[in-house]
């Protein structure tokens, strides 16, 4: 005699994976496009180790950009000079010099 199993399963779910709304995609500007001593707008590395300028390469003004500033996104962004990657608030940019890491050498 066959026992009768229902036909749903009744094992654990399928999770589904869910991405973050608030990500933004940010153009950086690589060492080479900097100047030392020249101010921008950025945040500073979060790495200890580096701890220099992560300069984004801003767009020509745009009225679509203007509406899209107003929420404090979070940007995944990857150190052009040390390869660490970390969470930054796109309202916590500044300007800041930028200073190369091997200037003391």
Do not use: F
């Not at 080479?32 to 767009?59: D, E, H, R």
């Not at 052009?80 to 940019?93: K, T």
């Amino acid at each position: 005699m066959a026992i009768k199993r229902p036909s749903k399963s009744l094992g654990t779910r399928v999770r589904k994976t869910v991405t973050s709304p608030g990500l933004r995609h940010v153009d950086l500007k690589m060492p080479q496009q900097m100047v030392p001593g020249n101010l921008y707008v950025g945040w500073l590395c979060k790495s200890k180790a580096c701890g220099t300028v992560i300069a984004v390469a801003l767009p020509p003004d745009d009225p679509k950009n203007a509406t899209a500033d107003s929420d404090d996104q979070l940007c995944a962004v990857k150190c052009p000079h040390c390869g660490n990657e970390d969470l930054y608030h796109w309202n916590a940019r500044r300007e800041h010099a930028y200073a190369p890491k091997n200037a003391g050498t």
